[in-house]
């Protein structure tokens, strides 16, 4: 017994030490691009939740990020104010006219490798770039100065698969508008993983225990983040000599946030034409690909220390949610005569990426391909996807497995995946 305990002891500071070595480090966290007043109101709050030993550093450097921001974003209001106010005016008032595509999916499920590869189609799409994601308060004027001065705030590919990262790489809209509300996302589980629950509210805003306050706020803020990406894309087509008139007003927002699959009742309320792709993985790979991102990802983030039975609890927490809500929403969509949700595996879109792409393509009734995105398709595919080395994970002890067969039963059977024996 003696034994087991102090092997239990070891384990538990082992990971304490594993998260502990990133709480220098000033990379690849989401939180940089806040503003003082949101991120003053954040730690006021959580005050007590935060490891003021270990991460006082990290406090003090994305305070004084924050100051930064909120300069960056007054001289964003005072240039683009009028106009960010009209745009959010004709898009809440034309919200119908609206037609913006929404990749959903669990956390490692393939929802970047989809995201990517679609918009390579730039004259049908347009994105969130991951500065825009970062600096969602000033990115309108400061992005391209904004991109070297700031370079060295992310590695050149993500810590839990190398696939590329950079500043012009499409990213998640919900990292921007996490920030924008002030913490009323998902996405702060992360800093305050010991206290994830309290961001629960946040992942459909369909709870009986979500504020219409949280609620609001979070619209706000997103239809904010919407306009603004729609008013830089007009910005920038209309730089383009070779840009027909009138083409941008056929572009779609092309949006990619993993949390977003809990939200479609909210979206189909904001954009009544919103179309969705769901795209979905093993739940045993998914597991596996989870915590090992919650190993090599979330210590850059991290305000507080969290136990490995927290952080397995969160994964498994937000499988469930996610999957609730969305298998709740799917059969609303499905049985309607429209055609706004389309699925598709990871195996999939893996063994034949361009068959999966046409297939979207056909189904939703987009325009052909352009040979310019073709060609750029089938570079990416022949070329970087083909080299490309996925991570490989061991095989789960049999109590995650149990576990994953247990809490994820009705995902594995409604997708038609295999009970791990």
Same mark, same amino acid.
């Given at each position: 017994t003696s034994r087991l305990i102090l092997g239990k002891h070891d384990a538990a500071n082992a990971w304490r030490e594993s998260i502990l070595k990133y709480s220098w480090s000033c990379r690849n966290n989401f939180i940089v691009g806040i503003c003082f007043k949101q991120w003053m109101r954040l730690v006021w709050k959580f005050k007590h939740c935060i490891d003021w030993k270990e991460y006082s550093f990290r406090v003090g450097f994305v305070s004084c990020l924050s100051i930064i921001n909120s300069c960056l974003s007054t001289i964003e209001f005072i240039i683009f104010g009028n106009k960010i106010r009209q745009t959010i005016q004709e898009?809440?008032?034309?919200?119908? *006219?609206?037609?913006p595509v929404f990749i959903l999916g669990h956390p490692r499920s393939g929802t970047t490798l989809l995201h990517n590869l679609i918009s390579f189609d730039s004259d049908q799409f347009y994105i969130c770039n991951t500065f825009c994601a970062g600096f969602p308060s000033s990115f309108l004027w400061f992005e391209s100065i904004g991109k070297v001065l700031l370079s060295?705030?992310?590695?050149? =590919?993500? /810590? $839990?698969d190398n696939m590329k990262l950079s500043f012009?790489? @499409?990213?998640?809209?919900?990292?921007?508008?996490? #920030?924008m509300s002030g913490g009323i996302s998902p996405y702060f589980c992360l800093p305050f993983m010991r206290n994830h629950e309290d961001f629960h509210d946040f992942f459909s805003f369909n709870s009986s225990t979500t504020s219409k306050e949280s609620r609001e706020t979070w619209t706000q803020s997103f239809l904010e983040l919407y306009s603004k990406l729609k008013l830089r894309s007009q910005r920038n087509a209309s730089a383009q000599t070779s840009c027909l008139p009138g083409s941008n007003e056929k572009k779609r927002?092309? !949006? =990619? %946030? /993993? #949390?977003?699959?809990?939200?479609? &009742?909210?979206?189909? &309320? $904001? +954009? /009544?034409?919103? &179309? +969705?792709?769901?795209i979905h993985r093993n739940p045993y790979e998914v597991y596996a690909s989870a915590k090992h991102m919650a190993v090599t990802t979330y210590p850059y983030v991290y305000l507080s220390v /969290?136990?490995?039975e927290t952080v397995d609890e969160f994964i498994f927490k937000q499988y469930e949610i996610l999957w609730n809500d969305y298998f709740r929403d799917r059969e609303m969509i !499905?049985?309607?005569? =429209?055609?706004?949700?389309?699925?598709? %595996?990871? %195996?999939? !879109?893996?063994?034949? @990426? $361009?068959?999966?792409?046409? *297939?979207i393509y056909e189904y939703f009734g987009w325009n052909p391909w352009s040979p310019e995105f073709r060609t750029k398709l089938e570079d990416i595919v022949c070329t970087e996807l083909r080299s490309y080395k996925k991570n490989e994970f061991q095989t789960h002890p049999r109590e995650i497995s149990d576990e994953i067969s247990r809490r994820w039963n009705d995902s594995i059977l409604q997708l038609g995946y295999e009970f791990c024996s």
């Open positions: 898009v809440s008032r034309n919200s119908d *006219k609206e037609h060295r705030l992310i590695d050149t =590919k993500r /810590p $839990m012009e790489l @499409p990213q998640e809209d919900e990292i921007a508008t996490s #920030v927002a092309l !949006l =990619k %946030s /993993p #949390v977003h699959t809990s939200r479609i &009742q909210l979206l189909l &309320q $904001m +954009f /009544p034409n919103a &179309q +969705f792709i769901y /969290p136990t490995e !499905l049985s309607s005569n =429209k055609r706004a949700l389309i699925e598709i %595996s990871y %195996s999939e !879109l893996c063994h034949d @990426p $361009m068959s999966s792409i046409s *297939k």
